[in-house]
């Protein structure tokens, strides 16, 4: 699976945006961009993926650059609750490879976000 | 919540004792796995499922076995617990989202400690 890199932390405050960058500069053209995020002592939770353009669900944005080597997850209005480890990840979508795993997940060690009240 | 459930929530055991971690879904999907999670890291992935009485290994399978005997349990086996499998074990299913890829839900965990 390709690598992403992502900041080892960042802070925000309540009420204002967070953008959250990852880089995948070895991605390939089959490669699916998961978030998944992580409460505290609590297992990931899926957050949002995409392919090529941006998307938008009730959690949260994902911007995917143009050459897609970079994404970023942006919360609109940080809350306390977002305080949590963000996990940028890329899952191969090729078909023969899904029929036994399904989708199997690499994890790195993701950025901790804190939200400041 | 994709109605997972994981027993028991908390174990303490002693070196060379085998343990074994049970995973539960109500909803019949066909994809589950195990992770383990140590401190300040992310994720490993142990084993997987992709069906009953099929399993694969993930990247940190060595010393850890697993059966699925039937859709709804996926159960993880220490044969010899041994001190470095201490750890916050989480159990996943894949949901199609319909159209573009799998999902995965997560349990609530298993925090294990070998001493």
């Known amino acids: 699976d390709a690598k992403t890199t992502q900041p080892n932390s960042m802070e925000s405050n309540e009420e204002e945006p967070v953008h959250l960058p990852c880089n995948h500069s070895t991605i390939s053209g089959t490669d699916y961009i998961h978030w998944y995020r992580q409460l505290p002592s609590q297992g990931p939770e899926y957050v949002i993926h995409g392919l090529t353009s941006n998307v938008n669900n009730r959690m949260a944005s994902l911007a995917i650059a143009e050459d897609r080597k970079s994404s970023t997850l942006i919360l609109h209005r940080a809350t306390l609750r977002d305080a949590a480890v963000y996990y940028c990840i890329l899952r191969d979508r090729r078909g023969g490879w899904e029929e036994t795993s399904g989708s199997r997940l690499t994890f790195g060690e993701g950025t901790q976000l804190t939200v400041n009240p | 919540d994709a109605g997972i459930t994981q027993s028991p929530r908390h174990k303490v055991t002693e070196t060379g004792t085998p343990v074994t971690l049970r995973c539960h879904q109500t909803?019949?999907?066909?994809?589950m796995y195990w992770y383990r999670q140590d401190p300040g890291h992310g994720l490993r992935l142990i084993h997987y499922s992709y069906g009953v009485k099929d399993t694969d290994k993930g990247e940190v399978s060595d010393g850890y076995s697993v059966s699925r005997s039937k859709t709804e349990d996926f159960l993880l086996t220490l044969e010899s617990a041994t001190s470095s499998q201490t750890s916050v074990y989480f159990c996943a299913i894949s949901v199609w989202s319909g159209g573009s890829s799998y999902e995965q839900y997560f349990g609530p965990g298993t925090r294990l400690t070998v001493t």
């Open positions: 909803e019949n999907h066909r994809y």
